[in-house]
């Protein structure tokens, strides 16, 4: 008697991430340093992908986000720590908490590959991030050129209007009516610098604040009273106790100003690493 053989289950078949396709599409340059023949140790293998002609944003948001990120790795706060133990897997594959942003992106900025581009349709469409033109093909290209520009530039600014950049991309970031990097970079210094470390002080703390408020890439967008208030502290420091006390009676009003500004500072901050440990940036903060 012959025994039938029991037929095997077909195989499922993976499917392919995003991630998964870019790296099958570029070969993958392996470098590794030559060692002794009779030798043990492991070789070191570095993987590196082509940098991608499109990201999704400019590479100054994402090093803007990738300290953000270097910050909630390292932050003192249970909160946030809570919200990033939640959320990690978003991160996985971001890799180590290099302190060298422009290495990292030359190994990580496939991640953020733009895929979406111009093209010839063959039918309207009514997706929300797209929209269909009329292109004469009469025209030179300076003209076509000139004249998308003329049409697209008051489009794309009513659509950073709205909360969030419409792109259905894993690492899209936020507008919230435009990222504002410049005040990004100060939170992210003063937190680094000052929050993240606790101070009794309080006097001292808003003289540190001041200090890098007054510095020539943030001297502008910051409040009056936190300007003046290094040079106050510092006359202060400067004089004997009953100046001392004339001075903190007459600016006692700009005094409590510079302090909200920290506290503001400081919850502003907070709420920006929050999101981040949440895998959003910058949000609403």
Request: glycine share 2%; hydrophobic share 35%; aromatic share 10%.
């Given at each position: ?12 078949t ?22 002794p ?7 070191v ?22 300290e ?24 996985k ?51 076509l ?51 993240n470390?606790?101070s ?16 020539p ?48 500072y ?20």
């Open positions: 008697m012959v025994l039938n053989k029991p037929t095997s289950k077909p195989k499922k993976k499917k392919i991430s995003t991630v998964d396709a870019y790296i099958k599409k570029h070969k993958m340059n392996l470098s590794s340093a030559k060692s023949m009779k030798t043990s140790a492991k070789q293998i570095t993987k590196s992908f082509p940098v991608p002609e499109y990201v999704i944003a400019p590479k100054e948001v994402y090093q803007l986000w990738f953000a990120y270097q910050q909630v790795q390292k932050s003192n706060s249970k909160k946030i720590q809570g919200v990033f133990q939640k959320h990690k897997k978003y991160y594959n971001w890799g180590s908490n290099s302190a060298d942003f422009d290495q990292w992106w030359k190994v990580k900025a496939y991640l953020f590959e733009d895929r979406s581009m111009i093209q010839k349709i063959n039918k309207i469409t009514k997706s929300p991030n797209l929209i269909n033109l009329s292109v004469p093909t009469n025209k030179s290209m300076d003209t050129v000139a004249q998308f520009k003329q049409i697209m530039k008051p489009i794309l600014t009513e659509a950073k209007k709205t909360n969030l950049l419409k792109v259905k991309h894993q690492f899209a970031p936020t507008l919230n009516k435009g990222i504002k990097p410049t005040n990004i970079k100060l939170l992210l210094e003063l937190n680094k610098s000052l929050f470390n606790k009794e002080n309080k006097k001292e703390l808003a003289y540190q604040v001041s200090l890098i408020a007054n510095k890439e943030y001297k502008l967008m910051a409040p009056a009273s936190l300007i003046k208030y290094k040079e106050l502290y510092e006359n202060m420091k400067k004089s004997n106790t009953l100046i001392q006390a004339l001075v903190k009676n007459a600016d006692l009003k700009e005094m409590n100003n510079v302090k909200r500004y920290v506290n503001r400081q919850q502003k901050v907070t709420k920006l690493l929050i999101n981040v440990a949440s895998g959003i940036f910058p949000g609403k903060y």
